[in-house]
């Protein structure tokens, strides 16, 4: 789909029940505890660090509750994919290569959508971040970055893992642990973690309980035996698109 196209499919978020919603955008119950507000705020940048699964999720509550998503610059990105997460393809849109005029791209996209995932083609200049916060406060839109933005107001990252389910080279994945650690500005400067399942057996973004697990559940990941479930190497795609 050409860039104009997208665009020009901004004014279709602008209805009454979108824009009488809360400040805040819902997300899944599992990150829900990582954020200030509870949610995503709108008018606010936050940052995921490397594209994936995490990425994903963080939409994932919105586009469920009724929010337009548009994803930015991740040529790897699928509506599969998307969909696995838990966002719905019917309020998607993708746009896997923006061009050399991005910033332009974006800003138009945070006027029609909820929530924009980028990740920048380069690192940004200051004034050119500045220009796409200022259009996702009047907006009321969430830039979701998959990358490094200094200043943003929320930062989500997974910092460890748990492979679940192979032995000493030989097995199948099943699920991942991630420890997720969030800070911020204001009043989530002060960080926050847990560990998810990202993804658990089922493919689903849930809260783990009970991290230790045994020698044998958290071998190494690599040998030539190991194989994967659709759902987990999925997430490894994404994982390693980053």
């Known amino acids: 789909m050409a860039v104009a196209q997208v665009i020009s499919l901004s004014p279709q978020r602008h209805r009454a029940d979108v824009l009488a919603s809360e400040g805040v955008l819902p997300v899944l119950p599992a990150l829900a505890g990582l954020l200030p507000a509870g949610g995503l705020a709108r008018g606010t940048v936050v940052t995921t660090g490397e594209f994936g699964l995490l990425s994903l999720a963080l939409a994932a509550g919105a ?56 990740r920048p083609p380069e690192r940004p200049p200051a004034q050119m971040r500045r220009k796409l916060e200022a259009a996702a406060r009047r907006f009321g839109s969430v830039l979701l970055v998959a ?16 492979w679940i389910g192979i032995g000493a080279g030989y097995g199948r994945l099943r699920a991942r642990k991630a420890q997720v650690v969030a800070s911020g500005r204001g009043a989530g400067e002060r960080p926050r973690s847990c560990w998810l399942w990202l993804p658990g057996p089922d493919g689903s973004v849930t809260a783990a309980t009970g991290i230790a697990a045994s020698a044998a559940g958290t071998a190494e990941t690599t040998g030539p035996a190991v194989r994967a479930g659709p759902a987990v190497m999925a997430t490894r795609r994404l994982v390693s698109s980053g």
Not at 76 to 90: F, K, M
Not at 147 to 162: F, I, K, L, S
């Open 63 to 118: 586009s469920a509750d009724g929010a337009w998503c548009a994803v930015v610059g991740v040529p790897s990105a699928g509506v599969r994919a998307a969909a696995e997460a838990g966002l719905d393809p019917g309020r998607l849109v993708l746009v896997a290569d923006p061009g050399r005029g991005w910033p332009q791209v974006v800003a138009s996209l945070l006027d029609g959508f909820d929530i924009v995932l980028l």
């Open 147 to 162: 990358g490094d933005w200094p200043g943003a107001h929320a930062r989500v990252q997974v910092t460890d893992e748990e």
